[in-house]
């Protein structure tokens, strides 16, 4: 229905959007795809395709460099490697401390579940793998495409002498190494923006975890209500980048992280992306003024 739409608004024969038609619109996180697809039958206007179409052609394009052949996937490797060292300290700094808080929710929403397995997707450098001992987990696996930030993470988990309960391990996100039905749990902080095809990661998470078992999200959004809204496009797109420029190995990172936040589909946009993979009791709690959203979901 939508296509048909497109064409006729665009007249297909001469308009240079055609390419744009097989894009996944549905994991767009813009209000146009939004009203279109989920809201209304509404026949968008050429300028409407326009910008989606723009939209489109944008998110693509966000990596974590230019001018190289390297996949997203690949870069992101790389990034978070050059990184790792000072990742933890800009993080505390960037965030002013709130993540801490935010993965503590995380830990309280899964303790009532009280799941015996679970797997940290992106655990980095281990943080929340660490702070979810306090569920009373007997097995945790932190898994990540970075060793450079697995070390970092196994160096803390020697520290706190928790080697017994959590194991870290190099892996692709998109292509887990696990049997189906393995984990009571999975968990993603600050990660699922970051693969290369959100779908695939998804349903490689939804294909490990038992029956019931719980998916739990943390990941940044943008903020809703003015002036929330504008203070935080202004923080991540000129006062992040330069922080990272100014304190990190890769001057580049941090404005992939800025980009990369600043353009994923986030409420309900990404709650239906969910349902769409076939988790049930979708849901999400914005946190702190809506610069972060924690997602729930079932298989």
């Given at each position: 229905m939508f296509k048909a739409h497109f064409v006729k608004v665009c007249n297909f024969q001469s308009s240079k959007l055609h390419k744009f038609i097989g894009l996944p619109f549905k994991t767009l996180g813009v209000k146009t795809m939004y009203r279109f697809l989920y809201c209304?039958?509404?026949?968008?206007?050429?300028?409407?395709?326009?910008?989606?179409?723009?939209?489109?052609?944008?998110?693509?394009?966000?990596?974590?460099?230019?001018?190289?052949?390297?996949?997203?996937?690949?870069?992101?490797?790389?990034?978070?490697?050059?990184?790792?060292?000072?990742y933890d300290g800009l993080n505390r700094v960037i965030s002013f401390g709130i993540d801490v808080k935010w993965r503590k929710r995380v830990v309280a929403i899964l303790s009532k579940r009280q799941p015996k397995s679970i797997l940290d997707i992106a655990t980095g450098t281990g943080d929340l793998a660490i702070e979810m001992t306090k569920t009373g987990a007997d097995s945790i696996v932190g898994l990540d495409i970075s060793a450079g930030m697995l070390e970092v993470g196994q160096r803390k988990v020697n520290e706190k002498n928790l080697a017994d309960t959590i194991s870290m391990v190099v892996g692709d996100s998109e292509n887990l190494s696990f049997e189906d039905d393995s984990f009571d749990a999975v968990t993603v902080a600050f990660g699922v923006r970051n693969f290369e095809n959100l779908e695939k990661g998804l349903s490689e998470i939804r294909r490990v975890l038992k029956p019931s078992g719980v998916l739990v999200i943390l990941e940044t959004a943008v903020p809703k209500k003015s002036p929330y809204r504008q203070g935080y496009r202004f923080y991540t797109k000129n006062i992040l980048p330069l922080i990272g420029k100014l304190f990190s190995k890769d001057k580049s990172a941090y404005t992939y992280l800025s980009e990369s936040a600043s353009v994923f589909p986030c409420g309900e946009n990404f709650n239906n992306i969910l349902r769409k993979i076939g988790f049930i009791d979708v849901t999400d709690e914005p946190q702190t003024l809506g610069v972060a959203s924690i997602y729930i979901a079932t298989k």
């Open positions: 209304s039958n509404a026949m968008p206007t050429l300028d409407e395709i326009v910008s989606l179409a723009k939209f489109a052609e944008m998110t693509k394009k966000i990596t974590p460099y230019s001018n190289t052949e390297l996949g997203k996937k690949e870069q992101v490797t790389k990034m978070f490697d050059t990184i790792s060292n000072t």
